[in-house]
């Protein structure tokens, strides 16, 4: 008879582009996660939670004849006899359950519908530095109405929620614009027949991805793209659109340049209304009348251009938006992996997009809102040292008789019950080296000692370890040798002591 | 040519056994999940989280030749040009990856490990009334020390935890029990071998199905089917596990019933030293001695038989835990669906498991913990009336003038400055009515009104619209016209006077 297999062990390993997050980093992120819950909640925002898992008809990001649906989200199909089982996937973002919600559900929902959900999205994308394929995100849509007041709100409230998080007016920027004005400026320069929106798509391809390249290429190499073309440093020659003088001049005022900064709306104005040409682009125009109407709703509310600034170079997400888009933007300096010195940038994004509800019950239904980057709003907090990188640990209360653990137990009820953090220690006590290097694992402020003559005397030793790392560090023998770190007192002035050591340390 | 297929509108469902939660139910979850972290990382536990989804190897569910492993969870195979790529899974509890976390950073973490951890888990089950494919759990485990004092501790952090979320002394109760008890008295009952487990276990079957049955059965019904058997009412019958008398009085100790209530530790510790017949039994005797070492921790700290009991007839988990088991119950009576009235029962169970880490690295590594249900402690407080059912909405301000959307906008701005929770009508505001239809679907405390007169007045009208809806219900007409839940007042005090109703309200 054969031998049975032995069941080999399974491996300790987080899945590919997972990873585990500890202590602090998770506490953090629910303390910012509460805090902007509230600041939406405030603003009437009503908190959703959709289930993780959606069918994949509802997510509606494949083809129904992609056998296996595993492009850009995790799916699998649901058991059934005949295989016939429907397909599932995890949410790749919280914009696309909210849509099946609001239709699922609309005639018990209010109109216009204001919401927020918070919590992990999943993308089967292959992982990258600080790249995963799990990660929060923190939205708040308005469902149901076309009113540029509705985008007016979420641009102060985007900016009502930055500063409470942490990050001081004049360290952000809320970005604004309107995906109308690109395409009324390429109206006008004859890249855009909006009769007929396949015509110039070549050319329009090559326009839009000039712009996007003027951070590396500059204005001079934006504007060989728009014409000719382009051959860079190695002689390599990309095609350009093939734009006369003046369309490329219309195009260009639309690029923002370091010496220039970005165009104005009335320079934006005056191109769409023709610039010299022709033409005319109602859409261009509308787009400018849009902003024109936020622009007037946030001053009125006092939101300034230190907060939020008008801005037609804003480009973040222009295929995907109908109308207004918009972005928040960190605009102190911080230094790469490569030491180099860069902007911060956006840790949000958002826009008004018409085709939420629509793909569900064939009305269209207006929407418009606001995606949070938590995860990079944390790091920039933590690189500007406004959240601590490492918490402090709990109290640990040593264990020297092991048969007097109620007694330790009783010590740290005492401390917790003040309201200080405070442990016993739970490991194997004989070796008490181990228990203060347990100690200084915890990042512990502060360890309590209780030996046999201590309790005979009715003291207890209080070990103040972060003054006690000081002083190792710099210390002479002598100074060492008194030990000021520790401190002898009565047992009745345990807690007093441990709070006067912790106030000490902060 | 064919015509080219339309294709059809995605149905807006939440998949099979899935739901969503709105408003108050995820504010509320939130709050309470917050609340026991704090109570958690007072008592020293550190957060983790670890992500959704695992392989299924590490969550080691599944037999490894199952080509498809759905049996409990939802899993997916990695996609991979061999179609080799591994098999992953969203996470079913909360302790399955604690191990792999633990397995894995065993060098970088503190030993003893107290972590916390509270999220969703995903269950592949038929789903049912109130049974739902993804819930919460609320978790805190201690790994890495097989002191009873962290059993303890865990005990009276749960305490602590009910007492916090809301549920007073006297609304609960957790029971402590050891499964090397019911061992113990089945060794000396002669229907478990320690030495060889395998023998007697169609008898032990029978035996423990009998002691589960007791609350259906009673005391009677139990015993016949620990001898030759029971015939029930209908006339079937149930073969009995054929136990001597003897053997029956030791398990009947064991079984709690009305009239005597739960068996004493000292009856136990009495049985399983032999009751009578020549056994002994060592594992028994163990299981006592560390319910003895737990009951004088607690009874040291204060938690006496108010809030902590050792109850020996607890049965839960009994078939996956090692030792100490413990569950809280809530002891109030509720009115089940069919109006009857019945205790809420149990909200948390845990206990030691010590196999939780050596499927992976080999090496024992005794943990114990406890799983909060959160969406059952949610749902008792609901039915004491201990928190809303239905939460205040936002004061609404109407928009009488479209063209001043910008001075409705400063008003809830002022509001929101003080505190106070407000949004503008962003619908279209053509029919008042429905203005104040969609305050009614808000839960609106208040609704506040500014039309051409008003502005030009100084003053805002403000509507009480809870105590207006309680005068439509009961007022005459007289009374109804002198609408005296309305409120003219100057602009200046438009905030004063929303906070005056609204303490008004409470």
Redesign the interface.
Known sequence: MAKPKK?P????????G??????????QR?QML?TI?DVY????F??????????V??L?KFL?DVD?P?EGV???Q??DEGGNG?W?A?RYDLTAPLA??Y???RNDL???Y?RYAMG?V?R?EKPGPGRY??FYQCDAD?V??A?M??D??IC?MLSDTLETVGIPRGDYLVRVNNRKLLNGVMEVAGVLDPENPEKHSFERGIVLRAIDKVDRLGPVGVRELLGEGRRDDSGDFTQGAGLTEIQKSLVMAFVANDTKGSPSLSVISDIVRGGGTDKFSQTGMDGVRELEEIS??LE??GYGPDRIVIDPSVVRGLGYYTGPVYEAELTFEIFDEKGRKRQFGSVSGGGRYDDLVK????QEVPATGVSIGVDRLLAALREKGRIAAQAKG?VVVTVMDRDR???Y??M??EL?NA??????Y??NPKNFGNQLK?AD??NSPIAVIEGGDEKANGIVQIKDLILGAKIAESATLEEWKERPSQFEVPRGDLVAKVREILDSQD
Chains 1, 2 share one sequence.
């Open positions: 069941q062990r399974p491996k300790a390993v987080t899945p590919k997972f990873r585990d997050y500890f202590g602090q980093e998770v506490s629910a509460q819950a909640h405030r603003y009437g009503d908190a959703l939670e959709s289930s993780a898992v959606e069918t008809e509802a509606g129904p296996r595993n995790f799916a699998w649901e058991f429907d599932m995890l099946r919600v239709a699922q559900h209010p109109t216009p204001r992990p999943w089967n394929r799990q308005t149901g109405t009113s007041a509705a007016a709100e102060a007037e709703l009125a509310q793909r569900f019950t064939g709990p653990m109620a007694d137990q009783a740290v009820a917790r309201g200080i953090r405070a442990e016993v739970l490991g347990y694992k915890r």
